[in-house]
Each structure stands twice: as C-alpha cells, then as structure tokens.
C-alpha cells in the first residue's frame, strides 16, 4: 500500500505574525518558515505504519512555491521515500487544494492520504474533508488513534470530540486527517537529512494535473485582531459588580 501524506509549508508557528502594510495578507518576507506542526503529525503517522510492515510508499506532496522543496526536504529527512512539488506562486484556497490532491491521488493511487487536521496559518480545517469528498472516499477526521486491519481493507480511528471519544471504522482506501494527541513527530537526524539530498522531488504543474484553478472568494482585507485593554483590580465584589454592569455591559 502506498501513503500520499499533503505537507504544507507555514510561517514558524514560533514567529510573531505581521500584517503587510497595505493590509493585503501577512508578511512572510525574511520570516522563518517551516512544516506545518499538524502536518508533521500525519507524516510521522504515516512512517509509522510503514515502519509497522502496511505500507511500502510513503509520498510527500507539498503545493506552493520553490521553497516548498524545502519542505518537502524535510519530510524526506524524516523518513518519506519521494517527494512531489506541485509548483503554484499564488496561495490557494482549500477547494484548490482539494482538487490538486484529487488529482495527484487518481495518478499515485494510493491506499491512504493523510492531512493534518489544518494549518497554523489560516485554520481552515477543510482540505481533507473536501479531498475525501470530491473522490467519494471514506473519512475519519481528527485523528488520535489510528489501527490498520491490512487483510480486511480497513482503518479504525479514534476521534476526540466534545463527549469525549468516538471510534470509526473506514474501507481502504481513506482520508485521515491528524490531531495533536496522535503522535510525536520524530526529529531528523543528521544522515537521514544528508540522505534526504539524493531522494527524488518530482516537479509537477498545475496543467499537468489539468486543475481548475478559479476561486469564488476573494480577501477584501486582513487585518490585526484589536490589542486588549490591561485589566483592573477591584476592591471588592461591588465594586466588580458595578463595573460589570455599567462599563462591560454583561450583567
């Protein structure tokens, strides 16, 4: 079986984010860039199974600019066995996202796509959703715990939600997508990252993958969330009373 894993490169989410001057979206020039933290979640997930004998591919693909071979560099280093760049100098929306990654899994034909669950970036949280959808494949989104019964073609999946936990069953082949609890990434070592040097990055086009490319929103503005108010210390219940009421206005 073969595993398609989508990595998406992202400002660090150490770095404090700026808005570019004329407000049209946020700086990323001279800025740290890295793998988006979810998406490192679903590729370890990813070498793991591998590693566990139900797998014998694991592809990297990553969407987005020449520096995304940077990304998908990474991932090699990490332990996947190729990469695929598909070239774009513009961001896109999940939809365009999606239909890139339909296309991509209709050529590799793998067993399984991973996604994180979303990126530190925008917190969409709906690529794998829509990748799931547009190829009629079973999903399993917020992943914890994944098991793979490999004779019987399918995946269970643990899933946090606001009960608590909820266990699905997927037919093979699936989209996952990853949450924080399921696993730790591994860090790259040294001869995996020299090794990662002489793994094959093939460079893919939009045309190639004869995507429609047009987008039904556009971003109007972006702008930097209001800076919050110091707070006060009050004297006593009254006096915190009052101000709920007459300054807060939620009482």
């Not at 793991?48 to 014998?56: S, T, V």
């Not at 591994?186 to 990055?201: Q, V």
């Not at 004869?210 to 109007?220: A, G, N, P, T, Y």
């Not at 702008?223 to 939620?250: C, F, M, Q, Y």
Request: charged residues 25%; contains cysteine; aromatic residues 4%.
């Amino acid at each position: 079986m073969k595993i398609l894993v989508a990595v998406k490169r992202v400002v660090d989410y150490a770095v404090k984010i700026r808005v570019k001057a004329d407000k049209t979206g946020v700086d990323t020039q001279n800025v740290k860039m890295s793998m988006n933290p979810f998406c490192e979640i679903a590729l370890e997930e990813a070498l793991r199974i591998k590693e566990a004998g139900f797998a014998k591919e694991v592809v990297a693909v990553s969407i987005g600019p020449s520096q995304c071979v940077d990304t998908l560099r990474t991932g090699l280093a990490m332990g996947a066995d190729r990469g695929i760049h598909v070239e774009a100098n513009t961001s896109f929306l999940p939809l365009t996202i999606a239909k890139i990654l339909k296309s991509l899994a209709e050529v590799e034909n793998p067993g399984l796509i991973f996604l994180g669950k979303q990126a530190i970036d925008d917190d969409c949280n709906q690529t794998g959703q829509m990748v799931a959808a547009l190829l009629g494949w079973p999903q399993a989104t917020f992943a914890s715990k994944v098991v793979l019964d490999k004779d019987k073609q399918f995946a269970t999946v643990d899933r946090e939600v606001d009960g608590g936990l909820e266990t699905l069953c997927v037919d093979l082949p699936a989209v996952i997508t990853t949450d924080l609890r399921l696993n730790q990434p591994r860090y790259a070592t040294l001869p995996n990252i020299m090794k990662a040097k002489s793994k094959p990055i093939k460079k893919m086009t939009l045309e190639d993958l004869k995507v429609d490319i047009k987008s039904d929103i556009e971003i109007v503005e972006v702008t930097e969330p209001p800076k919050r108010k110091s707070g006060v210390i009050v004297s006593s219940v009254d006096e915190l009373i009052d101000k709920l009421k007459n300054e807060a206005h939620v009482v």
